[in-house]
């Protein structure tokens, strides 16, 4: 029993005094491979993770030897390090003291306080973002252990653009047969059945024409002077007053239907539409024809 004891404590005693040299062991392990990833790390230009790493290997946990090249390593990087001074300025001039900068599409800082940052050497997408601002971006290319440099931007205050009023539709299933649906639609159709009507008149005009003109192939010059009463200068007379007549009818049909078919495209146009609240004035549409030709009035609140 008492030998069971000891033979115990002496295993214990024994894993006790080894736990420090396993320790070592580790540390140098983990030494080594720090000084080995900074100087990768460096080599490609990522110097603020090399950093960390020259850190990690500089520590007096390190091997001596170890510990002294990679603190000459972190003091060079640190001279190699770039750093930037970044600041943001309001649309007035002002200084602004806070925003979100990204480098790269990483967060970077929060605060423009005035301080040098460290960042990598080589081309970089900086983003500031501030609440109530337009986003800026700017792309800057940074050269080894150049130190200091300056990047302003200006936040400008966003600009709401005013909401453009839309014209309100057609409510949703509304009949067919409405005041302006049906005003438009008789205009438009009388409108083409006087155009129809003049262009038949004036075919009948042309006609009438033709046959004045065969009459008076066959008379002499003053047949119809000397002799007004005989048939064939009746049948003439006839034919040039009915040429006349159909000639003034066709132009009169044209120029009204016309104006009437107008009127009816203008009046679906500017007829209230329903739910229009600023359409509430009187409008009046007003075709007509004259001696002058056709005319087609327009009134009312718009």
């Given at each position: 029993?008492?030998?069971?004891?000891?033979?115990?404590?002496?295993?214990?005693?024994?894993?006790?005094?080894?736990?420090?040299?396993?320790?070592?062991?580790?540390?140098?392990?983990?030494?080594?491979?720090?000084?080995?990833?900074?100087?990768?790390?460096?080599?490609?230009?990522?110097?603020?993770?090399?950093?960390?790493?020259?850190?990690?290997?500089?520590?007096?946990?390190?091997?001596?030897?170890?510990?002294?090249?990679?603190?000459?390593?972190?003091?060079?990087?640190?001279?190699?390090?770039?750093?930037?001074?970044?600041?943001?300025?309001?649309?007035?001039?002002?200084?602004?003291a806070s925003a979100h900068v990204?480098?790269?599409?990483?967060?970077?800082?929060?605060?423009?306080?005035?301080?040098?940052?460290?960042?990598?050497?080589?081309?970089?997408?900086?983003?500031?973002?501030?609440?109530?601002?337009?986003?800026?971006?700017?792309?800057?290319?940074?050269?080894?252990?150049?130190?200091?440099?300056?990047?302003?931007?200006?936040?400008?205050?966003?600009?709401?653009?005013?909401?453009?009023?839309?014209?309100?539709?057609?409510?949703?299933?509304?009949?067919?047969?409405?005041?302006?649906?049906?005003?438009?639609?008789?205009?438009?159709?009388?409108?083409?059945?006087?155009?129809?009507?003049?262009?038949?008149?004036?075919?009948?005009?042309?006609?009438?024409?033709?046959?004045?003109?065969?009459?008076?192939?066959?008379?002499?010059?003053?047949?119809?002077?000397?002799?007004?009463?005989?048939?064939?200068?009746?049948?003439?007379?006839?034919?040039?007053?009915?040429?006349?007549?159909?000639?003034?009818?066709?132009?009169?049909?044209?120029?009204?239907?016309?104006?009437?078919?107008?009127?009816?495209?203008v009046a679906w146009l500017v007829?209230?539409?329903?739910?229009?609240?600023?359409?509430?004035?009187?409008?009046?549409?007003?075709?007509?024809?004259?001696?002058?030709?056709?005319?087609?009035?327009?009134?009312?609140?718009?």
């Open positions: 029993m008492r030998r069971g004891l000891l033979l115990a404590f002496g295993v214990a005693c024994a894993a006790f005094a080894s736990a420090p040299a396993v320790r070592a062991a580790d540390a140098k392990v983990e030494c080594l491979a720090a000084a080995d990833q900074g100087q990768s790390l460096r080599d490609d230009g990522k110097y603020r993770k090399a950093r960390e790493a020259f850190a990690t290997c500089a520590r007096d946990a390190c091997p001596k030897v170890v510990a002294r090249s990679c603190s000459q390593w972190l003091r060079e990087t640190d001279d190699a390090t770039p750093t930037l001074v970044l600041g943001a300025k309001d649309a007035a001039g002002s200084d602004v990204t480098l790269d599409g990483e967060p970077f800082t929060d605060a423009l306080d005035g301080k040098p940052l460290p960042v990598d050497p080589g081309e970089h997408v900086l983003a500031f973002t501030r609440p109530g601002c337009d986003p800026v971006e700017t792309r800057v290319v940074v050269r080894a252990a150049e130190k200091n440099r300056a990047v302003t931007v200006t936040l400008a205050v966003t600009q709401t653009a005013p909401a453009t009023p839309e014209p309100s539709p057609e409510p949703a299933g509304s009949p067919l047969l409405t005041p302006r649906n049906v005003t438009a639609g008789a205009l438009v159709v009388v409108g083409l059945a006087a155009v129809a009507g003049g262009a038949y008149f004036l075919a009948q005009s042309g006609s009438q024409s033709n046959t004045a003109s065969g009459l008076r192939t066959g008379l002499a010059s003053d047949q119809c002077t000397l002799t007004p009463g005989s048939s064939t200068c009746t049948q003439l007379k006839s034919a040039v007053d009915a040429q006349h007549t159909d000639s003034a009818l066709g132009v009169t049909l044209l120029a009204g239907g016309g104006a009437l078919f107008a009127g009816g495209i007829w209230p539409k329903a739910g229009d609240a600023e359409h509430t004035g009187v409008r009046w549409i007003a075709p007509g024809v004259g001696t002058a030709g056709a005319t087609i009035a327009v009134g009312g609140a718009f």
